[in-house]
């Protein structure tokens, strides 16, 4: 590709990056619907990173806040999809180990209770709401104390 077309998806992409986190990933993704060659896409990558754009542990630790403030997750969900983002397990781990366990189980306790709300049928409301946890990403243990708790 000519120099000039890629200083415009170099400028596209700091405009994409600005707007909020990314990471090599959905920018790479983004770059796709360009004709690029593979080396013009680590060139842009790196630039990014060089100039600051793009951060794996900043993303990560937006990522992080941002699901399990908005989302509610977990962090098995949490921890799975940053793994699909190909970053490293143990900055992941970092990241995630320096949630609030207070703050995380308030999370929990409140869906847990929200669930209760919803439900119509109380006959095997506990297998439900562990179903439902588990599927935002909380861990098995967690939940069995939480609605121990909430009995």
Known sequence: MEEHDLKKIQLKL????????KCEFDVRKYL?????LEKEISDLIVNLEENNFINSERYINAFIKD???FNK???IKIHFELK???FDEKIIYKYLNEIDEQEYEIILKSIIENKI???NNKENYK???INFALNRGFEYQKIQ???EEND
């Open 127 to 129: 297998q439900t709401l």
């Open 32 to 36: 796709l619907k360009e004709d690029l």
């Open 73 to 75: 997750w977990g962090k």
């Open 14 to 21: 700091y405009n994409y990056c600005s707007k909020r986190e």
């Open 145 to 147: 104390k939480m609605i």
């Open 84 to 86: 699909a983002r190909n």
């Open 67 to 69: 699901k399990l403030k």
């Open 117 to 119: 709300k919803q439900l």
